[in-house]
Structures are given as structure tokens and as C-alpha cells.
């Protein structure tokens, strides 16, 4: 091809990409119905020049972190270069068992809604998106958040302090989420009089499933196909995924196929053996549902530097699987003086919730922490407090047997001290407590 | 609405609401989406209950369980299922007593509830294969079982035996089914807390590894 037939070729498409964003939309993007046409063009029919409409500044590069070789877990959200309460979609933590995301096309997509009903029913994406809708700011959090990574690291010696707020406490994002109510949904399929669960599956190979009460899901759950104003990205569950709100994150299924409306806990394999705490006495505590109130201060947090002293704003996320954050209090003195941080509105129930305080550091050595309460009065703990509830000693044996065994931490909300040192590094300084 | 015209019998918009809401379990509101097909039902629905209800026609033993599981498991789960395959994935096999120990071993011997898990799991998700697995972090091991051979029911009640029979739970002969599978007692069947779980909103329960 010639220059010159090249230079045409390239005003055609352009001209069509134009002329596609000027009449809004009538062409039908493959697998796509006409109610949804959206007008968008596919990535790859963009021309190279204008493809940086679609990017980030070329001086932006926050990521997830990938998971490391032979971690089967999530790659985790940079919560240390987030701003406000929104995560912007493709860096929405995603917890993926060792399983590639399905690829699946929109219009060949069924959600099937059967078991204790009096009509079962078939829906497709489009008759979903016609029903009355919501959109709602909900966080998810991995059960095994802020605890899964000193685990896997405290033995390592080269990462000791060295963590950052994403490698900790990466396993939890913010989205707004916009479906159907699976409310409404179960309401059209009738429920029967002894329906008391539901089981809610996804379409990915291992059909992932939960055993969900039939009260949760007929007071908050969501039907979500949008996330943050768009579809909702593949890994997080494309195209239909399910929101529990503040339930542990494997309850929002995703990739969601199917729900059977049930009698009882149908006792699934993620039921009863990855989301189970084991007490010393050798029971198991399964189906503990929801996250309790954790905060976590993203600046300054680890791996950061402060480059003078003077003015900083100390700034973090609070959030609750249990209800509204209603106070997060700031220390930075180690713990000995805590005083209310400013909370930036909206503060929403189930959500993430930005808190704000004011700070000039003398130059000198500092302990920074922040501690939440939700609605209902429960307050985070420190590692001591949590110790024991949970009746253990955090100590170096502990996380040696841990790192050993199949422990699982789940449900570790602990406080997270920050130490600024004198050259102005943050360092996590929670092995303080235990080295 | 009739309920506004009689504002001062509180009785009236009362009955009103239910009688709205026995209405929502007869008929749709919004007549959309279409009722599936029996068969298409039971072609979705492979969610095993604890009574195994939906367990399917078909039968299996350990015995010929072993084979299948050498050919298809034993590349991650080791050839006993220890957990020492190349593919690296958990143990099946053991830890019972271990469980109030320091050092817990948590296989579905030593901890599920019941049996039907075991079926429903191993229906549903093994073998993982080839194709589906991200190999940025999960280890490329030669002879993986490929899409091209999915578990029968059959295949699924042996290797559902064989697990089992490894544990000291049944016997190498025994033979289970739709009938007999459910029947099994698990060794840690009344191992878990709460007995009957609940969930009550704003309850603020104790959380953490050991409340």
C-alpha cells in the first residue's frame, strides 16, 4: 500500500469513528442489542492517533500487583495512589482462585433463577437491563485481607518493613455498582414459603458457589452488570456479577450464571473449607458473612518518603461490611494520643470513606495510626485486643506456625502502625511488635 | 388507593399489603424473561444439597476410582493425594485428630461436613485444566487433563469413593450412589459453629479465627 492509499484509508476510519461519536450511537456493536448500541468503537478500529484519548498520562503508572509465582491469590489494588472513595475499575482488586477469567459474550449470557420458586425463570442481558435498576457505592474486601501477605512474607527477610498499603491491604475496592435487585428478580420467580437460602454460582470453569440467607439477599443483594458507569470489567465478574454488600468478597459471585432458591446452607466446597476459622478447640466457624470496620491510612503508608518536614495531610479509608463508618480517630504518636479525623462526605454505608487530618512533621521519628468505628459501636482493635479475641499471641511462633500451616486469618482488622523515620521513610511497623 | 380512603382503619391498608404481597408470589409485574425448560433446569442445576437430592443416576467404587485418579489427579494432588503433584495443589487425604493441634491439616477428611460436598466439588470444578489456568503464576506441568475429557457421573462417584476409602471413611469396596452417598457420616460432621447459621442485619457478631 502506498502512502498516499494509506492516508486515505486513515481519514476513512476516522471519519467513521466521528461520525460514530457525533449521531450517538445507532450502530449495534456486535453482541449487543439495540438497546444498548452504545456507539462504541472497538479498540483495535481506533486510528493510533487517536488512541490517547483513552489513556492515562504517560506519568501516571499505578497498577495492581500481580500475584507472586506459586500464589494462587488476588492481585491487589494500590490503595496508596487512590483518591476520594471511587476505584477506578481496572484497578479493582481481583481474587482469581488460579483461574483465568472467562471470556464470555454478552449475548449468549443466561441468568437462570430456579429450586424453590413457582416459575423458574431464564433471563437475558437485555431484559435484565430493562428492569428497574439501582446504582450503589459497596466496598468488597477478600476475607483474608491485611493478613494473607505477612503470612506468606514474614519469613522473608529482604521484604520485612518493607511493605506497602496495596500489599497488605490491597484486597479491598470501592465501585459504584448498578444492577437489579436480586429482590425483584426472586419477586417476579415467586419464592416459595420454605425458601430460607439461596445458592448463587458463576459461570467460570470451577462454577465457584455460595450458599447466601434468603433475608441478606432480600434486602440489599444486587443483580450488577455496571461498575463505575460501565460494563463491568472482565475480571471482576463480565458480565453479570452478583453484590452481596459487606459480605467477605467470595460471597459476590461472579461471572454469575445461576440461583436456586433453597431450604438450607447447601454446605459448598468455598462454604465450608476456604471461608472456615478454626478455633482451638477444633471447631470450625463457617459462614461468618461479614467484614468487620478496618481503616488504613494510604499517605503516608510504606515504601513512601517524605521529603521535608513541615505540612502533611495524613490521609486514609475506612470502611465497615457491618454498617456506616461514624468516627475515625488519628494518632501519630504511637498510640498515645488519638484525636477525630475529618470524614469526607458522602459517607456511605458499606462503602469506602476518605478521612482527612492535619499534620506537620518535626523531623523527628512518628508512629502513624488510625483507628475506625462503625454504626453499630464496634470499633477496630489493635494486634493486642485482636490477640485476644482470637486467643493467641501474636508473636514470632505464631506467624511461624502460620506461615506453616493452613491457618487463615480471616476477618484481621487490626490497627496498621506507620513509622516515619528521620530520613523521612515510612516503614511498616507492625513486625516492631513482634520482632 | 383503597388503602388512602380508609386512612383511619388501620386494619385495612394492613390486609391491603398482604394481600399485595401473597399477590407477588402468584404472578410477574414486569413479564420478562422466559421460563426454562425442564431439561434445561436439570442440564444447569448441579448444586448438590447435604440430603443429595439432586445427585444424579450412576454409581462408583474406590476401586475404580484409583485409575482415574492416577490418569487425572494425581498430577497435582500426588498419587496418593497428599498434595505432592508437581501442579501443587492441595491435600485430600489425612489430618484427622489434627484439628485441635498446633499444626492443623484441614483435608475434606479431617473437616467437611458431609459427603455431598465432595461430589458436588468434584463434579463441578475438577479437573481444572490446561486451558483455563493463568501460567504467570500457576506451574506449567506436562499432561494436565485437557477440556476434551470431562468427569462422567460415573467417574465422579469412583473418584468421590476413592477420596473417601483414602480417608478411612468407606471401604474399597464400597459401592456409592445417589442412595448411599448421603448416608455417610463424615468424621467431622458436628464439627462447626454456629449449628444452624443465621445472619440478622446490624448484628454485631464476634469475628476473627477464634471468637
Not at chain 1, 471511587?86 to 477469567?101: E, K, Q
Request: aromatic letters at 8%; hydrophobic letters at 35%.
Amino acid at each position: 500500500m502506498n502512502s498516499k492509499q494509506s492516508d486515505r484509508r486513515r481519514f476513512l476510519k476516522e471519519g467513521a469513528v466521528l461520525a460514530g461519536l457525533a449521531a450517538g450511537a445507532i450502530r449495534s456493536a456486535s453482541g449487543q442489542g439495540p438497546m444498548s448500541a452504545s456507539g462504541r468503537t472497538p479498540e483495535s478500529e481506533i486510528p493510533e492517533n487517536f488512541r490517547f484519548f483513552n489513556e492515562r498520562s504517560r506519568f501516571e503508572n499505578s497498577v495492581r500487583k500481580l500475584p507472586s509465582a506459586g500464589e494462587s491469590g488476588a492481585s491487589k489494588c494500590p490503595l496508596q495512589d487512590l483518591h476520594g472513595i471511587i476505584t477506578p475499575s481496572d484497578l479493582h482488586f481481583v481474587a482469581a482462585y488460579g483461574m483465568n477469567p472467562p471470556d464470555i459474550a454478552p449475548r449468549e449470557h443466561r441468568l437462570l433463577i430456579h429450586g424453590l420458586v413457582h416459575r423458574p425463570l431464564i433471563f437475558t442481558l437485555e431484559e435484565l437491563k430493562r428492569l428497574p435498576s439501582v446504582s450503589r457505592i459497596h466496598l468488597i474486601e477478600c476475607v483474608t485481607n491485611s493478613y494473607m501477605f505477612r503470612k506468606r512474607t514474614v519469613h522473608l527477610p529482604e521484604l520485612r518493613n518493607r511493605l506497602t498499603a496495596r500489599d497488605i491491604h490491597g484486597n479491598t475496592s470501592c465501585s459504584e455498582w448498578t444492577g437489579v435487585p436480586l429482590s425483584l428478580l426472586l419477586q417476579e420467580a415467586g419464592v416459595k414459603n420454605e425458601a430460607s437460602w439461596i445458592v448463587a454460582e458463576g459461570a467460570e470453569p470451577v462454577k465457584h458457589a455460595r450458599s447466601i440467607p434468603l433475608n441478606k439477599v432480600m434486602d440489599d443483594v444486587i443483580v450488577a452488570y455496571a461498575q463505575n458507569g460501565e460494563a463491568i470489567r472482565r475480571p471482576n465478574g463480565y458480565p453479570l456479577k452478583l453484590l452481596v454488600p459487606g459480605f467477605e468478597g467470595a460471597f459476590n459471585i461472579k461471572w454469575l450464571r445461576r440461583i436456586k432458591v433453597v431450604d438450607q446452607p447447601y454446605l459448598t466446597n468455598v462454604d465450608v473449607s476456604h471461608k472456615v476459622n478454626l478455633r482451638p478447640d477444633g471447631k470450625m466457624r463457617w459462614y461468618n458473612f461479614e467484614m468487620p470496620p478496618k481503616s488504613v491510612i494510604t499517605r503516608p503508608s510504606g515504601e513512601q518518603r517524605l521529603p521535608s518536614r513541615g505540612f502533611y495531610e495524613i490521609t486514609g479509608l475506612a470502611w465497615s461490611g457491618g454498617g456506616t463508618i461514624r468516627r475515625v480517630e488519628v494518632s501519630t504518636d504511637g498510640g498515645r494520643n488519638w484525636k477525630d479525623a475529618q470524614l469526607q462526605e458522602p459517607v456511605l454505608r458499606i462503602a469506602h470513606t476518605r478521612f482527612r487530618f492535619p499534620w506537620n512533621w518535626d523531623g523527628g521519628e512518628a508512629v502513624l495510626q488510625s483507628r475506625c468505628t462503625d454504626d453499630r459501636g464496634v470499633v477496630q482493635p489493635t494486634l493486642a485486643e485482636l490477640g485476644k479475641i482470637w486467643g493467641v499471641n501474636f508473636d514470632w511462633e505464631y506467624w511461624k506456625i502460620a506461615s506453616e500451616t493452613g491457618y487463615n486469618g480471616e476477618h484481621f482488622n487490626v490497627i496498621q502502625p506507620w513509622k516515619v523515620t528521620r530520613e523521612g521513610t515510612v516503614l511498616d511497623a507492625m513486625y516492631d511488635a513482634w520482632l | 388507593m383503597r388503602c388512602m380512603m380508609h386512612g383511619f382503619n388501620l386494619l385495612v391498608p394492613v390486609m391491603a399489603l398482604a394481600a399485595c404481597v401473597a399477590a407477588l408470589g402468584q404472578t410477574q409485574t414486569y413479564n420478562l424473561g422466559r421460563t426454562p425448560r425442564e431439561e434445561e433446569i436439570r442440564a444447569w442445576d448441579i448444586s448438590i444439597g447435604p440430603e443429595g437430592k439432586e445427585l444424579p443416576p450412576g454409581s462408583g467404587s474406590a476401586k475404580e476410582g484409583a485409575p482415574l485418579f492416577a490418569q487425572k489427579c494425581a498430577v497435582c494432588h500426588g498419587p496418593t493425594g497428599k498434595g505432592s503433584g508437581p501442579g501443587g495443589s492441595r491435600r485430600l487425604v489425612g489430618g484427622q485428630g489434627t484439628l485441635t493441634t498446633t499444626h492443623p491439616v484441614k483435608t475434606l477428611g479431617s473437616s467437611w461436613p458431609v459427603a455431598t460436598t465432595v461430589w458436588d466439588y468434584v463434579n463441578r470444578a475438577m479437573p481444572q485444566y490446561e486451558e483455563d489456568l493463568p501460567h504467570a503464576w500457576v506451574p506449567v506441568v506436562p499432561n494436565r487433563p485437557s477440556k476434551r475429557e470431562p468427569l462422567s457421573a460415573d467417574e465422579v462417584y469412583a473418584l468421590t469413593a476413592l477420596l473417601l476409602y483414602w480417608n478411612d471413611i468407606i471401604k474399597e469396596d464400597d459401592i456409592l450412589d445417589a442412595e448411599t452417598l448421603p448416608k455417610i457420616t463424615m468424621p467431622n460432621r458436628d464439627g462447626f459453629v454456629p449449628k444452624e447459621p443465621k445472619w440478622k442485619k446490624g448484628e454485631a457478631l464476634p469475628f476473627g479465627q477464634y471468637p
